[in-house]
């Protein structure tokens, strides 16, 4: 897959793992690794992306005897992920234009 597609992919699903309730680092990893391959290392830098884009907020919270930072969706983040999915439905009209003459086989 194309690096800024799967770069693209990877900030939808970050935020889809934060839509309904916030969320930490380690759980976004555990909640995505059955549909996607995401190291820490991987998550953190579009943490801060996403933050930079205000689509996410951070807040820290004491878990422990630990602070932990805590990730928020925003009004925007909400937006880019309705924009996903009506983003998908074109490109789903495309997948089916371009496989359309191996279904007729």
């Given at each position: 897959?194309?690096n800024q597609?799967?770069?693209?992919?990877?900030?939808i699903?970050?935020?889809a793992?934060?839509?309904?309730?916030?969320?930490?680092?380690?759980r976004?990893?555990?909640?995505?690794?059955?549909?996607v391959?995401?190291?820490?290392?991987?998550l953190?830098?579009?943490?801060?992306?996403?933050?930079?884009?205000?689509?996410?907020?951070?807040h820290?919270a004491?878990?422990?005897?630990?602070?932990r930072?805590?990730?928020?969706?925003?009004?925007?983040?909400?937006?880019?992920l309705?924009?996903f999915?009506d983003?998908w439905?074109?490109?789903?009209?495309?997948?089916?234009?371009?496989?359309?003459?191996?279904?007729?086989?």
């Amino acid at each position: 897959m194309e690096n800024q597609m799967k770069r693209g992919l990877l900030d939808i699903c970050v935020l889809a793992a934060i839509k309904d309730e916030d969320s930490y680092g380690y759980r976004i990893v555990k909640d995505l690794s059955p549909y996607v391959e995401i190291s820490e290392s991987t998550l953190y830098p579009i943490l801060r992306r996403l933050e930079t884009g205000q689509m996410l907020t951070v807040h820290t919270a004491e878990h422990n005897g630990r602070l932990r930072k805590y990730y928020h969706i925003t009004d925007s983040g909400h937006e880019r992920l309705k924009q996903f999915e009506d983003d998908w439905k074109e490109l789903n009209h495309i997948y089916e234009f371009v496989t359309r003459e191996e279904r007729h086989e």
